[in-house]
């Protein structure tokens, strides 16, 4: 079965640019989150989606936003691209959040 | 004061050994916890969740949950050089499973 896919996998953009992150999650998981890290830290919530429908925020500035498509496939936003916005974006699905969430293998984003 | 900290190591131990991972969590209605294991430039992959208070065991892996004292801890039996990673400890406190927050991770080396 395919886990987590990310695309693309790297990713180098100007400041100020925007830049669209993809993600499909398995079979069958409706719920998508999206993650940055940062070297050194742990992940960062940013969105949570189910059934196509905004569950849960982080705090991240209106510059990012997301969206989950029908096929429970789901888009990551963001605009305005800042040097500090460089990080491994990760990507993951679920079929019971509350039993745990599978990563995919991230976009890794430069900002120069 | 940070929502999960952990120490942020590098924990070394000798292989053979059992390492002891420990994680605190500032928020008392936290209902989930994951351990998550993530090796250099990969992303994180889910290897225990936990509860209820008490031990849960799964193969060489341990974890441990004390809610009264906020803590919840990962013992690694039988350490192997392949068990070296950054360990992540996740806790959740809505049943959704909507925004996990990460500790930092503690590095772990076992040694040959």
């Known amino acids: 079965d395919a886990g987590v896919t990310q695309s693309p996998t790297h990713l180098i953009k100007t400041r100020g640019q925007h830049v669209t992150l993809r993600c499909s999650p398995i079979?069958?998981?409706?719920?998508v989150s999206w993650y940055q890290q940062v070297l050194g830290q742990g992940p960062q919530f940013i969105f949570q989606?189910?059934?196509?429908?905004?569950?849960g925020r982080g705090n991240f500035p209106d510059r990012f936003s997301a969206r989950q498509f029908p096929n429970y496939s789901s888009e990551l936003n963001v605009n305005a691209l800042l040097l500090g916005d460089s990080a491994l974006y990760l990507c993951?699905?679920?079929?019971?959040?509350?039993?745990?969430?599978?990563f995919g293998s991230g976009t890794r984003l430069t900002v120069v | 004061q940070k929502e999960v900290e952990q120490n942020s190591g590098p924990l070394s131990v000798p292989e053979g050994a059992i390492a002891s991972l420990n994680c605190t969590y500032s928020?008392?209605?936290?209902?989930?916890f994951f351990w998550y294991r993530q090796y250099s430039g990969k992303s994180p992959e889910l290897i225990m969740s936990?509860?209820?208070?008490g031990d849960k065991e799964d193969g060489r892996f341990t974890a441990q949950l004390n809610k009264a004292s906020q803590y919840v801890s990962l013992l690694i039996r039988d350490s192997q050089p392949s068990d070296s990673a950054t360990y992540l400890c996740?806790?959740?406190?809505?049943?959704?499973?909507?925004?996990?927050?990460f500790g930092p991770g503690t590095r772990l080396s076992v040694l040959p």
């Open positions: 936990i509860y209820s208070n």
């Open positions: 079979s069958g998981h409706k719920s």
């Open positions: 993951a699905s679920s079929l019971e959040p509350v039993r745990g969430y599978t």
């Open positions: 989606y189910y059934e196509k429908e905004e569950r």
């Open positions: 996740a806790v959740t406190r809505d049943n959704y499973g909507q925004n996990f927050v």
């Open positions: 928020d008392r209605g936290s209902q989930s």
